[in-house]
């Protein structure tokens, strides 16, 4: 250690996976920051409601806390770390750390999906800093890569697989054939899904994610209310074998695209095709791809969650943090964020072509039906399949999502449906995201 360096003091609020894998890895490493960056951490408070939490990670009483005033209000603690989730207490957490003049690091996606320019804006008047590597993509390093490392490009496609629940279960179902149902019980047993699993099935987790890559990304405020989320409850392994038969693989994306009239942001199941790189992204795995139109298209991969591959982020922001402090100066707040206003485009204009998986219904010809319908709304077939059990899947030329979705309405309406839809799913034109890259 140099002469002059000083001790950075680290407060951690949530002991759960990730705050137990942050404990333990700052723990265990310690010394090779010292040795190798010249940085001595050192956990001065850690926080949990759980005492016997504290015990199995063998932290000392003097430092443990199940009240995380008390280290927002400890003057020895520099940088706090949030890992508790959720908005509450969270909001006050990065308010009275802020007020302290303490630095914050989390991995908070749903606090920062909603707010992250106002508590960014707010760090910045208080003259810290907020980092968030951990919120997105867990151990991928995205949030700074897209911040600093490619600010040079204008950003034109984040797309990827940012949940590792619901690639999860499409991969097992799509490796083993099972049902929905049946994967979703297995990964609750395993532990990969929640016992309400509705943030990460329903899109809502994606949402959040790609929201702060987005806002990152093109430096323009877009929130979780701004992306169009649809969740994988609807597929089935039917949909997934007809995929495969297309060439494609069913894959959850979040996808943030910029087009001349704003940004398109939506989460939803979407085929890919099988050659693909994210297409071979399997199990809990996340990857991103980002477009940039001078470094052309980058892929990022890794574990999305999980206590070492999280704490791999979230202590990287601390130690980014930590070298300035301890070479006795101070990380300068970030520039103001999010400078441009762009607009965010409805998804009624979205243009892409569409799965439509169609049942008999009663004497109806699913197909014949099915194809009227579409025709009457502008919507050409390229494409019909017809399965085993005597229904069809259709494949649409690229249709406006508006026009679909009164088609869907027409052919689902209660009152003398022509036909029954069994799902619907989008086919993702690849290619457009790359459209804009400079030339070689
Ligand atoms: N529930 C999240 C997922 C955890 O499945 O990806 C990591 O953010």
Redesign the pocket.
């Known amino acids: 250690m140099q002469s002059g360096t000083r001790t950075v003091n680290i407060g951690i609020i949530g002991l759960g996976t990730v705050g137990g894998g942050v404990y333990r890895l700052i723990t265990t490493h310690a010394e090779r920051y010292r040795k190798n960056l010249g940085v001595d951490l050192r956990i001065a408070r850690a926080c949990s409601r759980s005492e016997e939490r504290a015990r199995e990670l063998d932290i000392d009483r003097g430092r443990f806390t199940t009240d995380w005033r008390d280290v927002v209000s400890d003057p020895s603690v520099d940088i706090v770390v949030e890992v508790i989730g959720g908005e509450h207490p969270a909001t006050e957490i990065f308010e009275q750390s802020f007020s302290a003049g303490k630095y914050v690091v989390t991995?908070n996606?749903a606090l920062l999906g909603r707010h992250m320019e106002e508590l960014a804006t707010a760090a910045r008047a208080a003259g810290v800093q907020l980092r968030c590597e951990a919120?997105?993509?867990?151990g991928i390093p995205i949030v700074d890569t897209l911040g600093r490392d490619l600010s040079g490009n204008e950003i034109i496609t984040v797309a990827g697989i940012?949940?590792?629940?619901?690639?999860?279960i499409l991969s097992r179902m799509a490796e083993e054939g099972l049902g929905y149902e049946e994967v979703l019980a297995d990964a609750q047993r395993l532990g990969?899904?929640?016992t309400d699993p509705t943030?990460?099935v329903d899109g809502l987790?994606?949402a959040s994610?790609i929201a702060i890559l987005s806002s990152i990304g093109f430096a323009t405020r877009i929130t979780a209310d701004d992306v169009h989320a649809q969740g994988i409850r609807a597929v089935c392994a039917q949909d997934i074998e007809v995929a495969r038969e297309l060439g494609y693989a069913i894959k959850m994306l979040a996808i943030a695209h910029r087009t001349e009239s704003g940004i398109d942001v939506r989460v939803h199941p979407a085929m890919i095709p099988a050659s693909h790189p994210l297409a071979g992204v399997s199990g809990?795995m996340?990857a991103v791809c980002v477009v940039g139109d001078a470094v052309g298209e980058t892929m990022f991969y890794g574990a999305?969650?999980g206590a070492f591959p999280?704490a791999s982020a979230v202590v990287g922001d601390v130690l980014a943090l930590a070298e300035p402090l301890s070479a006795g100066t101070q990380a300068l707040p970030e520039p103001e964020p999010f400078k441009r206003e762009l607009a965010i485009r409805s998804i009624r204009d979205l243009s892409t072509r569409y799965y439509v998986r169609v049942v008999p219904d009663g004497a109806n010809d699913a197909r014949s039906c099915a194809e009227e319908v579409l025709e009457r709304h502008g919507i050409a077939v390229g494409q019909a399949l017809t399965l085993e059990d005597g229904s069809v899947a259709l494949v649409t030329e690229a249709v406006r999502e508006g026009d679909m979705a009164d088609a869907i309405a027409e052919m689902t309406s209660a009152e003398g449906a022509p036909c029954e839809i069994a799902n619907t799913i989008r086919i993702e034109d690849v290619a457009a995201w790359t459209e804009g890259v400079e030339a070689n």
């Open positions: 991995a996606k919120s997105c993509g867990g940012v949940n590792g629940t619901t690639n999860y990969y899904a929640e943030a990460d987790d994606a994610k809990a996340n999305g969650a999280t």
